[in-house]
C-alpha cells in the first residue's frame, strides 16, 4: 500500500510563498505521474499541477507563472512551490499519485491566504 505524506501548508499572506511537500512510500516511484490537487470549500476537486516520470509538467491556467511542480526520484518526494499567492488559492492541497488506473491520495495539507 502506497502512503503520501504531505506537508508545509500554512497561513500566509497574499503575495507569499509556500512550498508544499510530498513523500511517497512504496517502489518505483520514478515511473509514477505524480501531481498536486486542490479543493476549497464547497467546490470539486480540481488539478493543479502534474509532473511525468520524464519530467513533463503540466499547469491549471490559474496557476501557470506563479506555482512549479518538482520531483526528487532519490528522496520519493515531490514538491510544488506556490508564489505570489493569492487568496482564490486557499484550499486543501493534495498529492496524487497515479499508477496507470489506480490513484492513491495523500491526507491532505491546508493553505489558507486570507482576502
Known amino acids: 500500500q502506497v502512503q503520501l505524506v504531505e506537508s508545509g501548508g500554512d497561513l500566509v499572506q497574499p503575495g507569499g510563498s509556500l512550498r508544499l511537500s510530498c513523500a511517497a512510500s512504496g517502489s518505483f516511484f520514478s515511473m509514477y505521474v505524480m501531481g498536486w490537487y486542490r479543493q476549497a470549500p464547497g467546490k470539486q476537486r480540481e488539478l493543479v499541477a502534474s509532473?511525468?516520470?520524464?519530467?513533463?509538467?503540466t499547469y491549471a491556467d490559474s496557476v501557470k507563472g506563479r506555482f512549479t511542480i518538482s520531483r526528487v526520484n532519490a528522496k520519493n518526494t515531490v514538491y510544488l512551490q506556490m508564489n505570489s499567492l493569492r487568496s482564490d488559492d486557499t484550499a486543501v492541497y493534495y498529492c496524487?499519485?497515479?499508477?496507470?488506473?489506480?490513484?492513491?491520495w495523500g491526507q491532505g495539507t491546508q493553505v489558507t491566504v486570507p482576502s
Open positions: 509532473i511525468t516520470s520524464d519530467g513533463s509538467t
Open positions: 496524487n499519485q497515479n499508477r496507470g488506473g489506480y490513484e492513491f
